[in-house]
């Protein structure tokens, strides 16, 4: 059984979304779709959401999951908005209660906000397995960038790394935000690096440095041969050494106050106030 992938690109992100299906006609998963957000007017767009819809529609295809690789710091999900318009089951790991205990602090959220993940329809237990039509996948653990990331495999040949690996002229995610950790990091993808060495890689995103064109896809092969950062020979105590040096030159991601107090809730936006009109919650002085 042949694992169909189409991916789309949110260039406000740097984003890719993934659809994973069989055939036509077939059972899909949407992985990581990008609910647009402009921090100056304060406006969401489904734009970038709807093309993912038209080709939904376009090859008749039955959305089973709306899978999260983790809960995203630099863009808002439209899994709830393509789960009213598709159907579908949200999910991501288990380990976002974690997450949603620190951020409800952070955000001060209501007390009727529960950290137990049940805002998902769905929370995968480490390495738990599951289908998306004929396609066998598994919900791989790979925490580091957060306590809560999962790597889909899906049928033998694909995985959706989510914020481990990106290109390997680009090398690994941060691990300084809560819960992060860059020697969890390092197994986790090593982790990744033992699956055969065809095995195709999707990504979350790629931030190319040169003028090449953005790449959604990457191989084990070339991740172990040419990844600046975890190539095969550079050990787990270089690699901390590294993404310590490296994320303490990071600033907070544009959109990541916006963003979290949205996706621990499973993408969907607080609750309109009494005029009708949305609002999101930003901290003072205190990230
Ligand atoms: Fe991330």
Redesign the pocket.
């Known amino acids: 059984m042949k694992t169909l992938v189409a991916s789309f690109f949110d260039p406000s992100s740097a984003t890719f979304s993934h659809v994973v299906y069989s055939a036509h006609g077939s059972e899909c998963a949407i992985i990581d779709p990008v609910l647009r957000y402009d921090a100056i007017s304060g406006r969401t767009s489904t734009a970038g959401a709807d093309e993912i819809i038209d080709f939904v529609r376009a090859h008749a295809l039955n959305v089973e999951w709306l899978l999260e690789?983790?809960?995203?710091?630099?863009h808002l999900s439209a899994a709830a908005y393509l789960r009213r318009e598709l159907g579908g089951r949200v999910a991501i790991s288990a380990q976002i209660c974690e997450v949603q205990r620190f951020f409800r602090e952070v955000y001060d959220l209501e007390r009727g906000f529960v950290c137990d993940g049940s805002q998902f329809d769905h929370l995968f237990a480490a390495d738990e397995s599951f289908s998306i039509g004929p396609l066998t996948a598994q919900a791989l653990h790979v925490p580091g960038?957060?306590p809560a990331?999962i790597a889909y495999r899906v049928g033998d040949d694909a995985v959706f790394v989510?914020?481990t690996l990106f290109m390997p002229d680009v090398g690994t995610?941060?691990c300084d935000?809560p819960g992060g950790d860059a020697g969890m990091l390092y197994r986790s993808i090593r982790r990744l690096l033992d699956l055969p060495a065809e095995t195709r890689l999707y990504l979350?995103?790629d931030y190319p440095a040169t003028d090449r064109d953005v790449c959604s896809q990457t191989t084990v092969a070339q991740q172990r041969a040419q990844n600046i950062h975890v190539r095969d020979g550079i050990t787990e105590s270089a690699f901390v050494a590294l993404r310590a040096q490296r994320d303490a030159t990071l600033d907070l991601?544009r959109l990541m106050l916006p963003s979290i107090q949205v996706n621990i809730r499973a993408g969907s936006l607080p609750r309109p106030g009494r005029n009708g009109v949305r609002y999101l919650k930003i901290p003072l002085d205190l990230m």
């Open positions: 690789t983790h809960a995203h710091a630099d960038h957060t990331d989510g914020d995610a941060r935000f979350c995103h991601p």
